[in-house]
T-cell receptor, first 109, second 112 residues
Framework: GQNIDQPTEMTATEGAIVQINCTYQ??????LFWYQQHAGEAPTFLSY??LDGLEEKGRFSSFLSRSKGYSYLLLKELQMKDSASYLC??????????WGAGTKLIIKP | TAGITQAPTSQILAAGRSMTLRCTQD?????MYWYRQDLGLGLRLIHY???????GKGEVPDGYSVSRANTDDFPLTLASAVPSQTSVYFC???????????FGPGTRLTVL
């Protein structure tokens, strides 16, 4: 079966760095996405990785290792507005997205 | 630009009744999707459409139907609602199936 695993909840301090991990087992791989979802709102796109390595976009970076079935999202200089759920999704061999349950990130002052 | 709109925002529905959730996008995206999101579970794909005139079944299609008469609209119909269909429903679109998806604001549906 297809499976995306990410921690249910994480807590970090304002101004710090946090790494959210995602491991996956899917039928085929055609890219990995990270989305941010604030409570009561729609998911919004953060990043996309299809090749191994690190993609940096401002305070957010995303890493992929296809051989390990592993990705992480790195958030630097955390701000209170970064409190949200972070969703990992893998595009499978049918080009459909398989979604993890999301990691709820709580930022404390 | 509105992006993707969904209606209604929320709805309480009696079991056995039918309902259509509306989704409209103004970005001329080819592909559209319907997901449901339940607490503790990832987004699950109900139905999708890669282009106007075509539709396909996702992971959890039972009890739902869709149509794609034109590029902009992708309504989701529950023929006879059951309590297990209580969920938040998101419509999404993308330029093609290979691209990032843009989400509507969601419809919160409660079936009693």
């Amino acid at each position: 079966g297809q499976n995306i695993d990410q921690p249910t909840e994480m807590t970090a301090t304002e101004g710090a760095i946090v790494q959210i991990n995602c491991t996956y087992q899917t039928s085929g791989f055609n890219g990995l996405f990270w989305y941010q979802q604030h409570a009561g709102e729609a998911p919004t796109f953060l990043s996309y990785n299809v090749l191994d390595g690190l993609e940096e976009k401002g305070r957010f970076s995303s890493f992929l290792s296809r051989s390990k079935g592993y990705s992480y999202l790195l958030l630097k200089e955390l701000q209170m507005k970064d409190s949200a759920s972070y969703l990992c999704a893998v595009r499978d061999s049918n080009y459909q997205l398989i979604w993890g349950a999301g990691t709820k990130l709580i930022i404390k002052p | 630009t509105a992006g993707i709109t969904q209606a209604p925002t929320s709805q309480i529905l009696a079991a056995g009744r039918s309902m259509t959730l509306r989704c409209t996008q103004d970005m001329r995206h080819n592909a559209m999707y319907w997901y449901r999101q339940d607490l503790g579970l990832g987004l699950r794909l109900i139905h999708y459409s890669n282009t106007a005139g075509t539709t396909g079944k996702g992971e959890v299609p039972d009890g739902y139907s869709v149509s794609r008469a034109n590029t902009d609209d992708f309504p989701l119909t529950l023929a006879s609602a059951v309590p297990s269909q209580t969920s938040v429903y998101f419509c999404a679109s993308s330029v093609g199936s290979s691209n990032e998806q843009f989400f509507g604001p969601g419809t919160r549906l409660t079936v009693l």
